[in-house]
């Protein structure tokens, strides 16, 4: 059995100047329609290539497959360690289901996973700024292209679960999809349990806040479970 | 400057007829109108300039042609301008998509994969590559797709700028490749056969931002696919570093071109027809042209 695999969830508010200048932790976006929405604050920290190629979120979406980007995203964005939001892991679980609907390993493009705030592409808010969005080029063999191919799979990720929001076929950038498949869960934040929201309890500069997140829930659960004060 | 007929006749293809320049241009000049009519050329641009010699000699070069894929070209010298910048690295990775959009009505189009030479690049749809191997693709296989990623990832702009940094005019971009609607507005990027030539003669006296970046541009024109225009008119053993440029109605080719024990000399030749007329071989008889009439000289 291979070692359990742990990531560390940071508050990115305790990052450095550049990258909290990059990532604008519980900064306030508009997007298109000028909704305002509050920007996540916690990650998980990922060490290395190494780190993000073999941790797994779920069977078949390791983290890697999130933070595909290409030179629109930050240089100090792509430079390890690299940051995501923890809502990813959300995002991974509705994509396992939505890959079991659709019968097919599911692809996301480059630039399709988490792009900051940042991101050349970021020019209004979009789910992708939360890791909780998705654009998929390839299912199985196929390439994501033409109209009856896209609201196919549009169809099956709708049918897959309410929470899924796709784009219709079309042509306008930002409200339409025309060689992909896009999938989001809109604007989740999640704060991991052992963090805990108060900023002025811990001072950053003294005390950086992180956890250490277990993701092996199997094993997790053949482990007796510590009393309290342990 | 005076120029007489080559004393080692050993090594020249022909012989030299005459020892006076103004007789090899004379005699230049008809075979080069002897060609334009054989083939049915509608125009026909020449520019040449050789670093040994320093001689100059063009026709019709002030014509402004559609440039095909010689605009490639312009999108090298954009490219390595960012690189000697700092603002772009060979190895920055780029989104391989074909998603694009018209610089006139700012509609997405894509371009048909299936008239692109290069499944190097669309193979990789989804993906990243470098920018170095899109350059690379760009110009020794005509890559479209590649031309476009690499436009956009530098900007039509920026395109501009360095060649107006270069102070190259005869040179117009302003658009990528397969923009429809662009090309039904009668938006077209252009060229002129002096234009392209000193484009090549800043890369070949390593002006080009850097010697570094001239090299590095050099290296990747050594290596074109292509040879049936510049090339098929020379020797085997010549390199040539250059760009061809295809469409139905016109055939292009633009080169440095590299002998044994001399400097290298620049030839840009343009050609149009009709499109039932075919492209024919006009440009390799004028590079033969061009090799033999140098062959038969030599400069004092």
Redesign the interface.
Known sequence: MSEPQSIKVVDACDLDDELRFLLKPGGMVLDAQKRRHRLPRYFYEIPSHEAAMSIRLTQHFGLNEFT?????EEQRLQEFPRYIPCAVRVLAFYLEQFRKDAGGSV?I???GGYRSPSHKLSEYATPHMWATAADI??IGNT?L?GKETIEKYNAIAEDSSDDLHVLPYG?V?GLNA??HVHLDLGYITVIPREISEDRMEVPQENKPRFAFEDRRRVERRSQPVPEEGE | MALKARKAHEKLPVSPANDSVAASEISLYRNVLKIKEEHDLEELGISFWDAQTTIQWSYNADHYFHAASTMKLAVLIGVFREIDRGTLALDSPVHVRNRFTSIVNQETFMLDLANDADPDVYGHLGKTLPVGELAYWMITKSSNLATNLLVDVVTIESIQQALDELEIDGVRVLRGVEDQAAFEAGLNNEVTANGLQKMLRVIADRKAFSPEASEEMLKIMLDQQYRSGIPAGLPKAARVAHKTGNISTVHHDAGIVFLEGREPYVLVILTQFRAETGRGSAVAEVSRDIYNTLAGLTYE
């Open positions: 595909l980007v290409d030179l629109k692809h493009a480059v630039n080029y390839r390439i292209k042509h950038t025309d060689d």
